[in-house]
């Protein structure tokens, strides 16, 4: 996400922060290299005009040009203003006075659009509610078999009615029945077209009417760029939409989209889809997303990620093992399978405070995540718990039964060897470790 964006303004302000004194000359000129980065990473012509004049305003002023360090100054006035392009503060999907709450999802054909609608089902139902979706897309082939599929992996029931053509009166139905099973939440999921049409419009607000949603969620695709705010702006006029979901944003799109629409149709961003997995939608605050483009990391949501895919009793048995010193490779397995819940290993890095600029070019090998994996699942239970028993036969066999090489399933061992080593030195001076747990 914004990894092309945040590596080349990181480029920009590391040469101003090189610089002792700075001119409104250098700040201008600086300005219009972050105007060109914003405008290729296909951030709308007038949002990047209009922030740049809004940095420079403050910048050129004599509180940033007089302080004794003007080029992180200008950095802050760089944040604040994108933390107030991206909509200043995040805020909570509302919820009716009194239930269903019913969510509508709007947007066009592969957008993504069923997809999310599953997945916001799922990061409710964590929140401890329950949900269930409605199927009111009647014209596309096996709309409502796939979000059944997504129903299922969501684990919500799905609301349908397949002899029916009338998606406004499903959508009634679907309500209906989700106040007679005392349902929290209801996300219909609506028709979508390859491009916005009138007859698509007219159906969205039927709906709209019958079911009087709480929140019109529109779902736009991240990859798209300027389409993607072109169809946000229409959807916002002919239909209205309370929240603005972007999806595949773990993509290599230029992220200019999610940087355009606030500021272009009102709607605040309220979730963004960062993979394909049913638990990869993650609340938008502004604040993070702005430390995020600009490399500084986002702590605060790794944490949110590692509380969600990090079990807690796992990781209480785990901290009684180490004291122990009785970590095995079966419990190393585990770990490590809970670090994969938690998304893209790259991605997890970039959330730490200066890694981002770091991480420029570089292609972090996720095959070889899976490469350890099966070196362990070929083991046997007594291995896993005893590698010391892996002599060379045995590692011949485990290279074999995981197609890799006795080479690898060397590694593998003495890494694992010297971090039991490590792990005990740290024993001794620091209480309560966890090695994945927070």
């Known amino acids: 996400m914004f990894e092309d964006l945040t590596a080349r303004l990181e480029g920009v302000f590391r040469k101003l922060r090189g610089r002792g004194v700075l001119t409104e000359d250098n700040i201008r000129e600086t300005l219009r290299e972050i105007r060109r980065i914003l405008l290729e990473a296909d951030v709308h012509h007038r949002v990047a005009r209009d922030f740049v004049a809004r940095v420079e305003a ?26 107030a392009l991206l909509g200043g503060e995040g805020r909570e999907l509302r919820s009716a ?23 916001l089902a799922k990061h409710i139902v964590r929140r401890g509610r329950r949900v269930m979706l409605a199927a009111c897309d009647i014209h596309r082939p096996a709309a409502i078999d796939q979000l059944e599929r997504v129903g299922a992996d969501a684990g919500v029931p799905v609301y349908a009615n397949r002899s029916s053509r009338d998606a406004a009166a499903i959508a009634v139905e679907a309500l209906g029945e989700a106040r007679s099973r005392g349902i929290d939440v209801l996300v219909v999921d609506t028709a979508g077209r390859l491009h916005i049409d009138a007859e698509m419009m007219e159906e969205a607000r039927r709906i709209r009417d019958a079911t009087h949603p709480t929140e019109t969620l529109l ?36 992220g200019g989209a999610a940087l355009s629409i606030r500021a272009v149709t009102g709607a605040p961003i309220l979730f963004v889809g960062t993979g394909e997995g049913i638990e990869a939608l993650e609340r938008f605050h502004p604040d993070r997303m702005a430390s995020r483009i600009l490399g500084m990391g986002d702590v605060l949501s790794l944490v949110e990620k590692a509380e969600q895919a990090l079990d807690e009793e796992s ?38 405070p200066g890694m981002g600029g770091k991480l420029a070019g570089l292609k972090l090998d996720e095959g070889a995540m899976r490469r350890v994996e099966a070196m362990i699942q070929s083991m046997t239970p007594a291995e896993r718990r005893k590698p010391n028993l892996i002599d060379g ?46």
């Open 58 to 83: 403050r910048a050129v002023g004599q509180e940033v040009l007089r302080s004794l360090s003007p080029g992180q100054q200008v950095v802050r006035v760089v944040h604040e203003e994108l933390v």
């Open 219 to 254: 779902v736009v695709d991240g990859l798209t760029g300027q389409d993607a705010v072109r169809v946000a702006e229409t959807f916002q006029k002919d239909l209205g939409a309370d929240g603005v979901i972007v999806t595949k944003m773990d993509g290599d799109g230029r």
């Open 97 to 119: 006075a009194a239930p269903p709450t019913v969510y509508m999802m709007s947007g066009l054909q592969g957008s993504g659009k069923t997809t999310a609608a599953g997945k």
């Open 393 to 438: 036969s045995r590692r011949r066999r485990v290279a074999r039964g995981s197609g890799t090489t006795v080479q690898d399933v060397n590694r593998l061992l003495r890494q694992f060897g010297e971090m039991q080593k490590m792990m005990r030195l740290m024993k001794g001076g620091r209480k309560g470790l966890r090695l994945f747990g927070s």
């Open 315 to 352: 990781a209480r048995k785990l901290e009684e093992k180490l004291r122990r010193d009785e970590f095995t490779l079966e419990d190393f397995l585990v770990q490590m399978r809970e670090i994969r819940k938690m998304g893209p290993m790259e991605e997890l890095l970039r959330m730490i």
